[in-house]
């Protein structure tokens, strides 16, 4: 269903703009755009993971069109915290212009710097701590303590002379956190009280009833299942959950294990995580991969990436037999991490292959060994009933998340009007406490490729898929130019269509009676001569093989 | 990790011989042999559908390379139900030896009567009923009622004189079903006490704790969301569940509704479960899908397909605007159907659009609009009480169902070393109370794509796979076959690769040089030429654009 686009008008005086950019129908490409007098603060710009009917792709970013030109207003990003959906497409921004400045915690901008290095950017970066007012431009900000799946992450508030934005970024609302870090609920009170006249909020678990069990629970699982563990224990998680990993070194000391960080990205984020005082190691529990592999297996816990069963992570490497370390019986192997949907087939693979192996494999549907990082319903309400906003805009979520979060804001006594159900490029202008919808910009999905961004189109992504579903039929032939007789050919190669490029024996007479009859009534153009083949061939596929591959013809005059 | 084949001894005299060819380590295509002196019997003969990672692929058949020589000694085909994955291959088989006589109850035998004529085969059949005792070649055969998410099912007692096998086919063991017709635990009860000497069980749902709730519970909740639906209805599910389409019949004469029945499967198997008394249709209350339209629209339920998010099924249709019914505000869309692995994020899409166009989506997350058609592991615990089989062989799941329902046996006091974690292919012999494992087979898999059956293979899939993470780049040069110069091109060309062609400008000269440098070194031969063409753009993508595209070079002599 496309969405009728139409541009907004020039922003005018006294007005706070709005533009979310990313993250609206989808989980991932966070990235929303608050303008005011000319000015631009952007929060987030993050990726989002391709799905099967994507293929080939390695990231999604936001579409930079609508602020390409407007660079030099940009103020600052805001970051919210260090997951890939809200900082990931920082590096594609920078590329543009890298002395944007970025705001975010101290963990945040640790995590961002990394990745930017790999990128040979080095930026220009403000930390800052719950609490914290800055002035950037004509927004003042205000950051408050917000509670989620990785450390230090803050909601922002944006205060203009038009009013007051919120935006959550991601988060939940555990009341007893691992590090003490609260949601913090007094704040929201004394925004609320204020005036809060956007909030955007995460809508990512709206629709799960309750609310998300304490990420304190998980501890005494993996104590216990450690504890019954005969030889090695293997946890897979994912490799920013510092947190988890936390629990999992706690755990590990409490049974006179060690624990090996396995994964690039695990010991990357984990060494930033320790230096900065995010992970505590107990004393002499982290170990150095090699030198694990020396002790005794009922001493040692290996740490690692790959819970959402990516082929080339390590936990995939180790169930297909192709890593060092092989699980066999009496290993157990922990899934400490939930299941993005779409990746079920992909994990239950894993799950199967180290079954096949011998290993006891724990995940969320046989043991409390994971919960989500995000407010289900219950805490959502909390929200809506401290803060009591004037306007509502559903974030991050799919179509249906954010129409069950506006749902609940209604249930809370917010008229409907005001929850905003908006897409990705839906502009909004706030002013004197109302919210209005002025605008609809054309945002597509850009496709990073190996090196390629933007270069390919969702037309390459159909080709992709046809040749996917069908692979491809090439046929080339030579023809005099003067005569159009062939010359050369018909030779006819298939890619992921049949075992046997012999079963187009049967066509080669045909293609040749079809270009002689075209010759012969004065067709001598090559691409019309490549069509007369592409018919040719196609007809017969379809009629004698119930297929329909992609045909490339190619005639050449020699 | 592959499986080290070998062959069995041949069969000794008084010895069963039992061979699962599909339906282990997977979710399908269920199909198991049973030899005594020189005579078999198959029981099942389903269909697997494919995953993400063989695109293009319409089903997957089992391997019959293992009795295709065998034919001739094929008793009987006995079918347990009308499922797809138990009687979907039956038209490959019956292609090979259409007169093997086919065995089951009366709406399995319609099921498959109906699918083969579709095929232009008229099978032999043989319908039984539970309690019925038949003797087939040297096999005594007794059918036994198993309740499950299609009526009819029957589970089947092999007797020979080296012991008695009892398979479930797909059961579960609701307490209260629709239609009375229990699983018969009584009649188990007897072949137990008669002595089951080889119990091949049902694995699906044996890692699910506790009991499969009665499906009676769902007719009350749709019951409810109808009456609460101010405009139209529209449930979607399998077109084979009898109960459920009856539970939605009856919830909507109850709400003075009348029901269009929408797909073309759905119209055909309830045609035909109505004419043969399964289902009930209450007076006045399916009408035609065109006169449909005409009634007001709080007065109809439509009952459709594509409860999978299958693209082209009625359902998807709907939610992408491509259909004669367009939901929208105040309708409400049913999935009253599971979610079956792998479809995540189809399902998902369809919900999304159908929340989009303003319709209320009720789904398993949100209302008890579905229970499983599978016993759960306390309904198996029960099993293995009420049987005490000597030895038990779990079918019908991937590895870990297979793993955990052995598990469940152990637990009843059943030897670990007689629970059998079988594969495909795995060759057992039963004599005297003892199974032994005699050797392995090596199935493969059969793909059927279109109307070529086993034509595409994995190698051929691997190139899809290719083909869609990368796309084709194809490159044409035409040489003189006596001084190897170019004579025209390099022609280049790319499917699903990049925007423009033109971006390979750079590397044409870099392959006239090769090729010029491989002439002047007496290269002449065509395909050794090619692999120079290869080689060069090949490098040249992977160091420039970082990507590993499927090259086809094709160097032609003229």
Chains 1, 2 share one sequence.
Request: aromatic share 4%.
């Amino acid at each position: 269903m496309p969405t009728t686009t139409y541009s907004p008008p020039p922003l005018e005086a006294g007005t706070l703009r709005v533009t979310p950019i990313g993250g609206l129908g989808e989980i991932g490409r966070n990235m929303t755009t608050f303008e005011y007098d000319g000015k631009i603060i952007i929060v987030d710009c993050g990726v989002l993971f391709p799905e099967e009917h994507q293929p080939g792709v390695d990231l999604i970013l936001p579409d930079f069109d609508s602020i390409r030109d407007r660079l030099n207003d940009v103020e600052a990003v805001v970051l919210t915290h260090g997951h890939e959906d809200h900082i990931g497409a920082v590096p594609y921004l920078l590329r543009l212009k890298p002395d944007i400045p970025l705001i975010g915690s101290q963990l945040t901008l640790a995590l961002v710097e990394a990745k930017l290095k790999e990128h040979k950017i080095r930026p220009y970066t403000l930390v800052v701590k719950e609490g914290q007012r800055e002035q950037v431009g004509p927004f003042e900000l205000e950051f408050v303590a917000v509670n989620h799946s990785i450390p230090d992450a803050l909601a922002v508030a944006i205060r203009t002379p038009a009013g007051m934005a919120l935006a959550t970024g991601d988060f939940k609302m555990d009341q007893l956190p691992l590090d003490g870090r609260l949601t913090d609920l007094r704040a929201f009170s004394r925004l609320g009280e204020e005036g809060v006249d956007l909030f955007l909020v995460d809508s990512t678990n709206s629709d799960v009833p309750g609310f998300t069990p304490t990420e304190r629970g998980i501890g005494p699982v993996l104590e216990q299942v450690i504890s019954k563990s005969p030889r090695r224990v293997i946890v897979a998680s994912f490799s920013s959950h510092v947190h988890r990993v936390q629990q999992v070194l706690d755990a590990a000391a409490a049974n006179g294990r060690r624990v090996a960080l396995l994964g690039r990205s695990m010991v990357r984020n984990m060494t930033i995580a320790e230096e900065l005082g995010y992970l505590k190691v107990p004393d002499n529990v982290l170990i150095d991969y090699k030198k694990a592999r020396d002790l005794p297996e009922d001493q040692i816990v290996y740490m690692s990436t790959g819970s959402q069963g990516e082929p080339m992570a390590v936990l995939s490497r180790m169930a297909n037999l192709d890593h060092a370390i092989e699980p066999g019986p009496g290993d157990t192997v922990i899934l400490a991490s939930s299941l993005i949907p779409g990746n079920e087939n992909a994990v239950y693979r894993v799950i199967d292959g180290l079954t096949k192996l011998g290993a006891n494999v724990v995940h969320k549907a046989n043991a409390m060994v994971h919960v989500s990082g995000h407010a289900a319903a219950g805490e959502l309400l909390y929200c809506y009933n401290i803060l009591k906003p004037k306007n509502v805009l559903p974030v991050h979520g799919e179509y249906r998340h954010l129409v069950a979060n506006a749902k609940l804001a209604q249930q809370t006594g917010i008229d409907a009007e005001r929850t905003i159900l908006a897409e990705n490029g839906t502009v909004m202008d706030l002013k004197d406490g109302d919210v209005t919808v002025v605008g609809q910009l054309d945002v597509g999905k850009v496709y990073v490729d190996g090196s390629s961004v933007g270069a390919i189109t969702d037309a390459d992504l159909k080709d992709r898929r046809i040749l996917a579903e069908e692979g491809f039929i090439s046929v080339i032939v030579v023809v005099d130019s003067s005569s159009g007789a062939v010359i050369s050919g018909p030779e006819i190669h298939s890619r992921g269509f049949a075992e046997d490029d012999a079963v187009f024996n049967d066509v080669k007479p045909k293609i040749e009676a079809a270009l002689a009859e075209a010759a012969a009534s004065g067709v001598r153009d090559s691409h019309a001569l490549s069509q007369v083949v592409r018919r040719t061939i196609g007809r017969w596929v379809n009629q004698r093989l119930r297929r329909r591959p992609m045909i490339v013809p190619l005639v050449i005059e020699a």
